[in-house]
């Protein structure tokens, strides 16, 4: 998700000035559903081609010979991507749960622009084989909305409502959710959901109405929907991360829900990396009308490997120029990293661009008034409709 305001620049964003990037974005859109038309499919390429010896408990370290990490791997085909980076910075909060933040630099043959960084990332790691049995308190993943007047909140007052609604459980480490309107901005343009209007986004979520409500990707807390997936153009192809357990990354079509069996949800997209169950090999995935795959922005996505559950943010802005490695990225060049550096057997994207931001409790934050804040926000943390966060039971 990405401001405008007076960079003429549209994706997502709001501003009554659309610019060459707002026209583009509807290029993209136009083009993604004629027929025949454009598609980021599957290169079935790419796997952990590691250089990152200084990163190494994110792989093969203390965590995962100690068992508190994925002790199994997918198999993945020879990758093309290569990646170096340098941790900055490795904390454990709680027993199966770290963060690591990382300067990397790396390849992505499969992107339009292959080269990215040097740019800091910010990973959040959940070791979902730490049970109940092995510990007290095992690491959880839920989803939190925020539960304001105007139905926005900052993530880490999202956070502090979550710890609430969802009866013991403690947030530890949270990013940015799905797609949603801005209600707080009487300008903005909702280009995820091409014709969803101020007056739909005012009403309450419906299970009759897609359209209704702030959010524009569906969030399901302990069975109930907080928001569905809209059905119009520019969200074709939503993907959902149901995180009851064992987790699972699902894709759907435009306005498409869940089973009603599914407590704990949320969703967004484009995907970004898919398992083959035929070949057994993890491959980079991105495909849809979604105008954020272009998008070249700070960004978020969340990613399993094995039993691992992963929150992982890219820094930059709304506002990076395309040609700049080192400010954002974009989806493809997010999935390869994904498969190529972390080695991820199936990822996601979020919502991103002003909207990314990581949050880890306890921490002092990059912005003053914006506590836990470890990712650079760019222009300052945004008001959110939801958030995704690793935990522990209490």
């Given at each position: ?12 964003t ?6 060459w ?13 004629a ?29 995962v ?26 904390m ?39 049970t109940?049995a ?13 539960r ?27 990013v ?19 014709g ?6 005012l009403e309450?979520?419906s ?30 192809k ?11 990354f699902?894709?759907?079509?435009r306005?498409?829900r ?23 090999q ?6 849809g ?46 999935a ?16 991103q661009g ?21 990712s ?19």
């Open positions: 998700m990405v401001q405008p305001a007076t960079s003429g620049k549209l994706g997502r709001r501003g009554s000035a659309w610019g990037r707002g026209l583009a974005s509807m290029a993209w859109v136009v083009c993604a559903l027929p025949g038309g454009l598609t980021l499919a599957a290169s079935g390429r790419g796997t952990p081609s590691v250089h990152a010896s200084q990163f190494a408990d994110l792989r093969h370290g203390d965590r010979s100690a068992g508190s990490s994925a002790t199994h791997r997918r198999s993945r085909q020879a990758g093309r991507g290569t990646w170096s980076c340098v941790l900055l910075s490795n454990t909060l709680a027993e199966g749960v770290w963060w690591t933040k990382q300067n990397c630099t790396g390849t992505v043959p499969e992107a339009l622009d292959p080269h990215v960084g040097p740019i800091i990332v910010n990973i959040g790691h959940a070791a979902l084989s730490t109940s092995s510990v007290a308190n095992p690491p959880m993943i839920r989803p939190g909305v925020a304001t007047p105007i139905g926005l909140a900052k993530l880490h007052d999202i956070a502090a409502n979550t710890s609430v609604e969802v009866p013991g459980f403690k947030p530890l480490i949270g940015n959710g799905g797609y949603f309107f801005e209600v707080n901005r009487e300008d903005f343009i909702d280009d995820v959901c091409f969803k209007f101020r007056k739909a986004a309450p979520a299970m009759t109405d897609p359209n209704a409500g702030i959010g524009d990707s569906l969030t399901i807390i302990n069975g109930t929907y907080a928001s569905s997936n809209c059905d119009k153009i520019g969200n074709s939503p993907v959902a991360a149901v995180l009851d357990s064992p987790p699972r699902v894709k759907l079509g306005g498409e869940l089973p009603s069996s599914v407590r704990w949800a949320i969703g967004a997209g484009p995907n970004l990396v898919s398992f083959n169950d035929t070949t057994g993890s491959y980079i995935d991105v495909e009308d979604n105008v954020n795959i272009v998008e070249h922005s700070s960004n978020t996505a969340i990613a399993l490997r094995g039993d691992e559950f992963m929150l992982v943010t890219f820094d930059g802005s709304d506002l990076c120029p395309n040609a700049d490695p080192t400010c954002g990225i974009n989806s493809r060049q997010f390869g990293f994904l498969l190529d550096h972390v080695g991820a057997d199936t990822a996601m994207e979020m919502d002003g909207s990314t931001v990581m949050w880890v409790n306890g921490q002092p934050g990059t912005v003053p008034g914006e506590p836990g804040v470890v650079n926000p760019g222009r300052g943390e945004r008001l959110l409709f939801n958030g995704i966060f690793i935990g522990i039971g209490e």
